[in-house]
Nanobody
Framework: VQLVESGGGVVQSGGSLRLSCEAS????????MGWYRQAPGKQRDMVAV???????NYADSVKGRFTISRDNAKNTVYLQINSLKPEDRGIYYC???????????????WGRGTQVTVSS
């Protein structure tokens, strides 16, 4: 099982970006998927999460600007980022709580991250 993020880059303050993350491999089922951010010198924090039923939760700092969505048929989660601020910069990691076919229990899997840089 692996999670691969894409869509990061350098964007001007106030701009938009769309991140994608696809989970692939021998997957039996996926529960919650989400995005986490790690700014330089800081811990990794939750940005947005979405259940397989479509319920969402956002960090207060991104409400109204970020939108998380998923395509269950493609095992893919997206993060639409609008009105970028300098404090949004960091490495964005994809997370999925899933059950692999050859594993008895479900657990969290992480992608390697995609860098988002905000230029002023």
């Amino acid at each position: 099982v692996q999670l691969v993020e894409s869509g990061g880059g350098v964007v001007q303050s106030g701009g938009s970006l769309r991140l994608s993350c696809e989970a692939s491999g021998s997957i039996s089922s996926i529960n919650q998927m989400g995005w986490y951010r790690q700014a330089p010198g800081k811990q990794r924090d939750m940005v947005a999460v979405i259940t397989n039923g479509g319920s969402t939760n956002y960090a207060d700092s991104v409400k109204g600007r970020f939108t998380i969505s998923r395509d269950n048929a493609k095992n893919t989660v997206y993060l639409q980022i609008n009105s970028l601020k300098p404090e949004d910069r960091g490495i964005y990691y994809c997370n999925a709580n899933l059950k692999a076919k050859d594993v008895y229990t479900r657990r969290d899997y992480w992608g390697r991250g995609t860098q988002v840089t905000v230029s002023s």
